[in-house]
């Protein structure tokens, strides 16, 4: 299948209130023009300078979500033009979005990313660290962010029951978050993999690549 037909797919399974992020680190340009042309406007990156070259030679009229690990010193890069980025995991990271995001006059929306799944690897915050950076005044201080609400990644396994705990974990430190924050509007969680499990357990933003632009060649 095409890269338009494996959309069309898709966008015919999701439930209307999901947004689909199209990951397409290392896919080129031409691949994610095909996407365009059959109505993708959303895509998801995780490497700023790779995006900020697509940024460049892509229409105007795409939101690029910064999906991955973002290092402080690397943020500038993408201040002028990011829609959403995903992977907040730290206070001081913040501190650095909202500083260059007044330099390009814009506000820049985040997720707080939290750790959900029990592997090392991969990052996020808990629960009580996110909740007391929501709380203090420092936080309230930044004119030039808005948290929109949470990004997770459940655990790398077929235990389907246990990817569907994680995810339902998440939910409810949203759900909470929620109700103290009008701002909270968006639950990204579920890849190609585990999509279907996160959807069915309250995300409304997947993140989803291979199984729209085929498998990645990382060589």
Known sequence: MTIAENLKKFNSELPKNVTLVAVSKTKPVSDLMEAYNAGQRVFGENKIQEMEAKWQEMPKDVQWHMIGHVQ??????MA???SL??????FKLLKE???EAKKNERVISCLLQIKIAKEDSKFGMDEE??????ASEDFKKFQNIKVIGLMGMATFTDD???VSEEFQTLKKIYDQFKAQNSEFRILSMGMSGDYKIAIANGSNMIRVGSAIFGERNYN
């Open 72 to 77: 402080r010193n690397k943020v500038k890069y």
């Open 80 to 82: 002028p033009f990011v």
């Open 85 to 90: 980025i995903h992977a907040v995991d730290s």
């Open 97 to 99: 979005i909202n500083k």
């Open 129 to 134: 660290d996110a909740a007391s950076l929501l």
């Open 160 to 162: 389907e029951k246990q």
